[in-house]
């Protein structure tokens, strides 16, 4: 199974592994630090052996990646990943802002449901079921997600089930979410962020966050 280097290290942008499969167009090795689309999260941009990856597909447990048709990567080649760090650094930044919404979302409005959820490099968005507008929470929201911030508590990932590779991240004292995507390793990394209200559709509310500026990492 490919050793997904993502989760222990999300700041790593380079890395040496081997192939272990080629079949046409799709590849995969041995460890990879390319996260593929999943939770809503897309997926990370770069290059394997200098190839440009045009594709990363979760299948199972496993990663499957498309390369170039004209790829000349065989079995047991060794290779070196390059992720694209600022893509990777605004999707772990967006990726947990999201989910701090939610969590307190689900606070100040409790028993609602969540639709669905997309980690874009620009923004995030998170869908609710609700017949009412979500507006009147976002300055509470903002003001807790500010403090929250502020105080640079360490964001603490893992597994709660390590054979079928379940993750989790958890801020304590703040919440925690069942989630296997890349994430910063403290709140203050996050930034300030804005909120905007998107009504979709009869009885749907959409959240967007947006960054409202770039945190160097220290």
């Known amino acids: 199974m490919t050793r997904k280097i993502f989760w222990e290290d999300p ?30 999260q897309e997926s990370d941009y770069g290059s394997l052996a200098g190839y440009r990856v045009l594709k990363a597909e979760k299948r199972g447990l496993e990663i499957i990646y498309s390369l170039p048709h004209d790829h000349q990567l065989k079995v047991n080649d060794r290779v070196t990943w390059q992720v694209e760090w600022a893509r990777r650094y605004r999707l772990m930044r967006l ?71 379940r993750r989790y991240w958890e801020v304590e004292g703040f919440a925690k979410m069942a989630c296997g995507g890349t994430h910063p390793k403290s709140t203050r990394e996050i930034g300030a962020i804005k909120l905007k209200r998107k009504n979709t559709g009869r009885g749907k509310e959409r959240i967007e966050i947006m960054l409202a500026d770039e945190v160097p990492v220290s």
Request: glycine content about 6%; aromatic content about 8%.
């Open 95 to 165: 990726h947990f802002a999201a989910e701090m919404v939610l969590q307190m979302v689900y606070q100040l409005r409790p028993g609602i449901e969540r639709m669905g959820a997309h980690i874009a490099q620009d923004k995030a968005r998170i869908d609710f079921a609700s017949d009412q507008s979500l507006a009147p929470l976002f300055s509470d929201i903002e003001s807790a997600a500010a403090q929250l911030i502020t105080r640079d508590l360490p964001v603490v990932t893992g597994f709660s089930d390590v054979p079928g590779q």
């Open 11 to 40: 700041y790593r942008v380079t890395l040496d592994t081997l192939v272990t499969r080629v079949d046409g167009e799709q590849v995969q090795v041995d460890a990879t630090i390319f996260f593929a689309f999943s939770g809503g």
